[in-house]
């Protein structure tokens, strides 16, 4: 068990909470043992060889002291041999026993917790990236992040090592008991009167001096962020002269975090003292009453031995069973928090790799039938209110509108990311709940405004958009796009990396990757979202060829930024705050002098030109 260190410039883990050991999380635990099914030979294999090792951990007490008496020529034990190398050797066979045995059950245990554990895992991650969009818009990617890596890895700890441990740390604490008594009622009773209230005040203590510990790596962790933040957007620091703001805020960040470690400190040494003077305090009256004991000729040397050494693993498992509880508990939190998504409902999703096979084809008609729409996260607001229209197949519709006005909205409602709350969207006429979602997002792209590529090269990048496309497919693609030209410039042209530790593309290059991508797709319905940083005319030149290419013969939808680029759009909706004030071609409502469209237009216009 990895413990806080104060102010260890290590990376501050996040305390993970702990939750109450009841009947009902019992009941949790049990479902996610259900995992270990299929590993149950093993591991009960591993249950029976921990508790051997545990015993047989028992004996060696009993064999020193044998041995310590057998020098000086008393063999009081029956059941042991008579000979000191005898005995000596018996040590020797149990250890090679206990290694034996320990080296199975280690590995056992860890094999059963590793592979129950990646089946949680993919189990986990499956859900997740299976559940509605919703479920993301309340929660932060970094806590769902957390539960697949640190709230696994607390379960995974507590099935290696916290399980095993309550079980050996038991026996040896039962069975050290049992034979305390054995070699002196009255040294055990006097050891049993003190140890529990030492132990429990040492534990006490040590908590207390963690969650100093703990808050002095928060505080950490927040200077941490600050140099983060600072590094990343250092450009900003920089254009502001905000420096010094930045340093001060650093620097007073850094002071907490001495103060609590100093302070921590002192804690820390008073407890050490503690420890020396009380617990090992007790350790030497016990054995200076045992040596009265053994001078009484009461009982022997070795006995003595057998019984310091029985009271150091008695002290020494009371001590683990606070910490191992704490784990204890911190795992069924994990495993709540790891259950709760596991529970959750996910979309009706045809998990099937490489296979994108559309049963009910859909030809590219697109309706919006009074949708009325609010986000589940927001409720109060209304963002789409009653939108009512049509686009037949092969059509370009656009939407325009001021910032908010709802038009990414109407696309997730496409994509049916979200569902509306009364009226329906159609597709061929029909309504969208007639179809499987797969099959609708099978045949919808959509070329979103920041386009997000993934570590990987750039023909894997591609054929994101079609898993199963061959070479030439994606060749193919990408030449339609405009963006073979830039790609085979590139030294490992198709197989250049890119992503976050790879080559970074430009605006414009990512964004014909990305169509590039919806053409391999071959949807019906395609959604644009144009980008609202404007590329150079260049870049723009090639971007809305390969657009234009990629509208051919499907229905497109596109959200517009740029008025210019729609003039030529079947129909243009104007949407002020989720609804459809203005609806027509662009001769249509540029010719309404009192229109927002028009008043828009007008607007791009003066910027253009100054
Ligand atoms: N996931 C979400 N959860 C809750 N509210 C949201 C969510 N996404 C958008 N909204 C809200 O819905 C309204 C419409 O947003 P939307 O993104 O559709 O507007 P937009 O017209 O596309 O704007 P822009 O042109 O700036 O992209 C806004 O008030 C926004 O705050």
Redesign the pocket.
Known sequence: MARGRLNSGAKAEAELPKAKINRQSIQNIRKLLNYIKPYRGKFIAGLIFLFVSSLVGLAFPKILGALIDAAQGKYPNSYLPHSLNAIALAGFLLLFGQAFVSFFRVVWFVQVAEKSLADIRRDTYFKLITLPMNFF?NRRVGELNSRISADLSQIQDTLTTTFAEIIRQLVIMVGSVILLAVVSIKLTLALLAILPFLVGFAVFFGRYIRKLSRQAQDRLAESNTIVEETLQGIANVKAFVNEAYEATRYDKILRMVVNIAVKGAKFRGIFASFIVFCLFGTFVGVIWYGSVLVSHHEILVGDLTTFIMYSIFVGAAMGTFPDLYANLQKAVGASERVLEILAEQGEDIHMVENNNQVDQKIKGNLAFDNVVFA?P??SE?T?LKGISFDAAAGQKVAIV?P????????ASLILQFYHPQSGAILFDGRAASAFSITDIRNQVAIVPQDVMLFGGTISENIAYGRLSASKEDIIQAAKRANAHQFITSFPEGYETIVGERGVKLSGGQRQRIAIARALLKNPSILILDEATSSLDSESERLVQEALEELMKDRTSII?A?RLSTIREADKIIV?EKGEIIECGNHLELISNEQGLYRYLNQLQFDAQNG
């Open positions: 818009a986000y996260s927001r607001l963002v509108g910032s908010g006005s709802g038009k990414s909205t109407m959200i930024h949407l």
